[in-house]
């Protein structure tokens, strides 16, 4: 009799699940198909575990064993909190980014994707930016603990491959946005934290302060549009090298641009001031999207003053818990 081969079908942890990204990619397996027939799909929140501490970590990935895992916790803030505390964002993600990684290594995880960001790029550098220039040179000097601990995930991914063939990868978004992100105006980042600022100064008949000049140029992606792409690299991305995703180099707007659609979404009417006095961080960062394009060209990306009208709407509904 001929042996029959048995397909597992994926077991897929998800670290920081609770937050923006994971809650789209929940949206993503749970709402629109994502989720293939036997397949579990476990997002995990920082009340499951600490995975700043080893042996929580250890205890939470042997609880539910994972085939495949989605790596998206990270300590994080907003550009302020990051100049406050690099030594603690350096330490704390390394830490996270080791232990994830290596119980992963030691639970046979036979794939990972983990979640990088564009702040990681070199300060001085050649635009655009694409991901064979992460180690160019220094990040900036805002965040420098922050990039540095993120970076270290792709270096860790190309020993892990080189020395025991792990298959472990990142994506490189740029900045993300949407429901259930961090709306804090002190610890946001920075198109949440207006959204937040915009909507209060309505409701109080203030102006909107913007810390900086509102020139700093960004592409912004919708955390939905992120989260599916997220499950196409886990299923079809085959490299270990990073990969880009977002929108293209023409998307990319400043600041001030970006607080006229959040005015126009919230009907704001009253005045926009800006607080040249406070850093603007780093001006422009512009990526390529182009590999994203190779693999993906068809992808549709959805108008950004839709997706800040549904983000803003969702802020809006969910007021009381999205403000703090």
């Not at 302020?80 to 990684?101: C, G, P, Q």
């Amino acid at each position: 009799m001929g042996s029959e081969i048995k397909v597992v079908p994926m077991r897929v942890l998800v670290t920081g699940g609770s937050g923006l990204v994971g809650k789209a990619i929940e949206h993503v397996v749970q709402e629109e198909g994502g989720k293939l027939e036997g397949e579990e799909w476990i997002f995990l929140s920082s009340k499951d575990a600490d995975l700043v501490d080893v042996g929580q970590t250890r205890a939470v990935f042997e609880k539910y064993r994972p085939t495949h895992v989605i790596h998206l916790a990270a300590k994080v803030g907003g550009l302020y909190l990051h100049m406050k505390e690099n030594l603690h964002f350096l330490r704390d993600n390394i830490k996270i980014n080791d232990n994830v990684l290596q119980t992963a290594h030691e639970l046979g995880v036979t794939k990972m994707v983990s979640c990088l960001s564009s702040c990681i790029f070199p300060d001085k550098t050649t635009y655009p930016i694409d991901e064979t220039m992460i180690h160019n040179g220094p990040p900036h000097d805002s965040n420098f603990g922050y990039s540095h601990a993120k970076r270290l995930i792709d270096v860790q991914n190309r020993a892990y491959y080189q020395q025991y063939g792990h298959r472990y990868t990142a994506v490189i978004p740029t900045n993300v946005f949407g429901p259930y992100d961090n709306f804090s105006i002190e610890n946001g980042h920075v198109l949440s934290a207006l959204v937040n600022k915009t909507y209060t100064a309505k409701k109080e008949g203030s102006p909107v302060n913007v810390c900086g000049s509102g020139a700093p140029r960004r592409q912004f992606i919708y955390s939905l549009d992120l989260g599916r792409l997220i499950v196409w690299v886990l299923r079809e991305y085959e490299e270990i090298d990073p990969i880009i995703l977002s929108v293209g180099e023409e998307e990319e707007l400043s600041i001030k641009e970006a607080e006229d659609l959040i005015a126009k979404a919230l009907d704001f009417t009253g005045k926009i001031q800006f607080d040249t006095t406070m850093s603007d961080g780093q001006m422009k960062k512009t990526a390529s999207n182009a590999k994203l394009r190779r693999y993906r060209p068809n992808f549709t990306f959805t108008p950004l003053n839709e997706a800040i009208k549904m983000t803003c709407d969702w802020f809006v509904a969910n007021y009381d818990i999205a403000r703090t």
